[in-house]
Nanobody
Framework: VQLQASGGGLVQAGGSLRLSCAAS????????MGWFRQAPGKEREFVAA????????YYADSVKGRFTISRDNAENTVYLQMDSLKPEDMAVYFC???????????????WGQGTLVTVSS
């Protein structure tokens, strides 16, 4: 499966953005989907994951209550709604697909190219 992330941009602190991850080559419903991010000078970190059906979600503590992961399997797309953005949310955001219900990078075999989110204070 090929993944294409989009929707990044510049937003003021307190604002919102919605990221999209479009899949092609294979139906996205086959995979657990996750979002990860990498800030400048830092390691990539887990943000959120969603089960194949969308019934279960899991968030990093740093984004819980502000970010919402969702999926539309009919559209082969996964979303990350980001509200109440903070400067520390600024990073390149990656979507990923895997077989296991996990927050670990190594469990995700398929990765999109990343989309940059910039949050101004």
């Amino acid at each position: 499966v090929q993944l294409q992330a989009s929707g990044g941009g510049l937003v003021q602190a307190g604002g919102s953005l919605r990221l999209s991850c479009a899949a092609s080559g294979r139906t996205v419903s086959t995979y657990v989907m996750g979002w990860f991010r990498q800030a400048p000078g830092k390691e990539r970190e887990f943000v959120a994951a969603i089960s194949r059906s969308g019934a279960s979600t899991y968030y990093a503590d740093s984004v819980k209550g502000r970010f919402t992961i969702s999926r539309d399997n009919a559209e082969n797309t996964v979303y990350l709604q980001m509200d109440s953005l903070k400067p520390e949310d600024m990073a390149v955001y990656f979507c990923a697909g895997g077989a296991a219900w996990s927050r670990l990078e190594r469990e995700y075999a398929y990765w999109g190219q990343g989309t940059l989110v910039t949050v101004s204070s």
